[in-house]
């Protein structure tokens, strides 16, 4: 159906649909776009950059007859040239790429998933009553290090977009992810009650010596499993100085903590200083 024009029309090629407004159909595929005299400043405006790509702006406001309209070089003349450089340079478009999108929603499934059974098994093992939102094990220092990796990866993402296309390195970090949640569930699953978030510093009835089961491959496979983990996920994400910080980060706080808790142990459990020497730790470099 051909609609008659209120006014003249400009003849553009375009791509895609500009929606909310008068159409005729031209000749040679290209689409007619029309404007009633009567349109606000305002609607015209809107009708600039409800469009999704800045460069049909650019070639739309460049028109002889739109540059016959005073009041757009006034009002629109420097928002155009905002959008022209950003999509030279960086589109938020790109934020929601295949690529970021898959990666990010890899990381925030990961995080989610990691914390969200930690603190479940903790009820399982404990009692309800005997735990607290710190068996979710979120710190203040645990948020601040996952907001720089977000922040290394957005900027590594706008300044070197590549960088992020590695696929076989982020598939292999989410394969590590896997692998480092399943060896730290284990740990929590066959410890049972006697694995807890906090060094024990005195002996209570339920505690006992665990040397069966991935427990019988290293000592400490809680924290092995979290040390995977934790790097994996910077991996994946493709992020190179978040993968150097959080392995040294993580392996200094355990190299720091598992001497103090093996004092405890080694109190408790007489037979702990044969499975320390048989068993390694679970942990480069840390005996």
């Known amino acids: 159906m051909k609609l008659t024009p209120i006014t003249s029309c400009v003849g553009i090629t375009t791509t895609t649909a500009v929606r909310r407004?008068?159409?005729?159909?031209?000749?040679?595929?290209?689409?007619?776009?029309?404007?009633?005299?009567?349109?606000?400043?305002?609607?015209?405006?809107?009708f600039l950059f409800e469009t999704s790509s800045s460069r049909f702006l650019v070639h739309l406001f460049n028109?002889?007859?739109?540059?016959?309209?005073?009041?757009?070089t006034t009002h629109i003349n420097t928002q155009v040239a905002a959008f022209q450089l950003m999509d030279d340079n960086f589109s938020f478009s790109e934020l929601f790429s295949h690529t970021a999108s898959r990666q990010l929603s890899q990381m925030f499934f990961a995080v989610l998933?990691?914390?969200?059974?930690?603190?479940?098994?903790?009820?399982?093992?404990?009692?309800?009553?005997?735990?607290?939102?710190?068996?979710?094990?979120?710190?203040?220092?645990?948020?601040?290090?996952?907001?720089?990796?977000?922040?290394?990866?957005?900027l590594e993402l706008y300044f070197f977009p590549e960088l992020k296309?590695?696929?076989?390195?982020?598939?292999?970090?989410?394969l590590m992810v896997v692998v480092g949640e399943v060896i730290r569930k284990?740990?929590?699953?066959?410890?049972?009650?006697?694995?807890?978030?906090?060094?024990?510093?005195?002996?209570?009835?339920?505690?006992k010596l665990v040397t069966h089961g991935v427990y019988s491959i290293v000592?400490?496979?809680g924290y092995t499993g979290f040390l995977i983990w934790s790097v994996a996920t910077q991996v994946m994400l493709c992020n190179p100085v978040s993968t150097v910080a959080f392995t040294v980060v993580v392996w200094n706080f355990f190299h720091r903590?598992?001497?103090?808790?093996?004092?405890?142990?080694?109190?408790?459990?007489?037979e702990y200083e044969e499975f320390a020497k048989r068993v390694p730790s679970g942990i480069p470099f840390v005996k």
């Open 21 to 46: 407004q008068k159409k005729t159909q031209g000749l040679g595929g290209k689409e007619r776009l029309c404007w009633p005299a009567a349109r606000s400043r305002l609607q015209v405006r809107d």
């Open 63 to 72: 028109h002889p007859q739109i540059q016959q309209m005073p009041f757009l």
């Open 113 to 154: 998933l990691f914390h969200g059974s930690e603190y479940l098994l903790a009820i399982i093992f404990h009692g309800k009553s005997n735990v607290t939102l710190k068996s979710l094990l979120i710190s203040q220092q645990y948020i601040l290090a996952m907001i720089l990796s977000i922040l290394e990866y957005l």
């Open 165 to 174: 296309e590695h696929w076989w390195i982020s598939n292999f970090g989410l």
């Open 186 to 207: 284990l740990a929590i699953i066959t410890a049972g009650r006697a694995f807890t978030h906090l060094i024990q510093r005195y002996h209570e009835e339920h505690h």
């Open 219 to 221: 000592r400490h496979p």
């Open 257 to 270: 903590r598992i001497p103090y808790e093996e004092y405890f142990l080694r109190q408790f459990f007489g």
